[in-house]
């Protein structure tokens, strides 16, 4: 089994900041892409951002220059930092990673359960 759990989301005003973690854990044998979605109420869910296993970056144009994703490979752990936040940031946050399991050649997309993140005075 493999697992997703994120962590660090919360309550911020406008213009704070806050770092989102996701440690993957399980029967893991390696990891290739990672990235994170969210979704808002009544909203589809959507991609922030996302980081190749070699460090390349990709982001949605609402949260560039604010944004920045990184990994820790020996972690299994996927980071978001998060800047200048605004009330339209505000979602339930999710991490995904594509895991080639223990005694499996193929890879599989996992999903985190989520984190709120709400911005607001």
């Known amino acids: 089994q493999v697992q997703l759990v994120e962590s660090g989301g919360g309550l911020v005003q406008p213009g704070g900041s806050l770092r989102l973690s996701c440690a993957a854990s399980?029967?893991?044998?390696?990891?290739?892409?990672m990235g994170w979605y969210r979704q808002a109420p009544g909203k589809r869910r959507e991609l922030v951002a996302a980081?190749?296993?070699?460090?390349?970056?990709n982001y949605a144009d609402s949260v560039k220059g604010r944004f920045t994703i990184s990994r820790d490979n020996a972690k299994n752990t996927v980071f978001l930092q998060m800047n200048s936040l605004k009330p339209e940031d505000t979602a339930v946050y999710y991490c995904?990673?594509?895991?080639?399991?223990?005694?499996?050649?193929?890879?599989?997309?996992?999903w985190g359960r989520g984190t709120q993140v709400t911005v607001s005075s």
């Open positions: 399980g029967s893991i044998f390696s990891i290739n892409d």
């Open positions: 980081i190749t296993s070699g460090g390349v970056t």
């Open positions: 995904n990673a594509g895991v080639r399991r223990l005694g499996d050649n193929n890879y599989y997309l996992y």
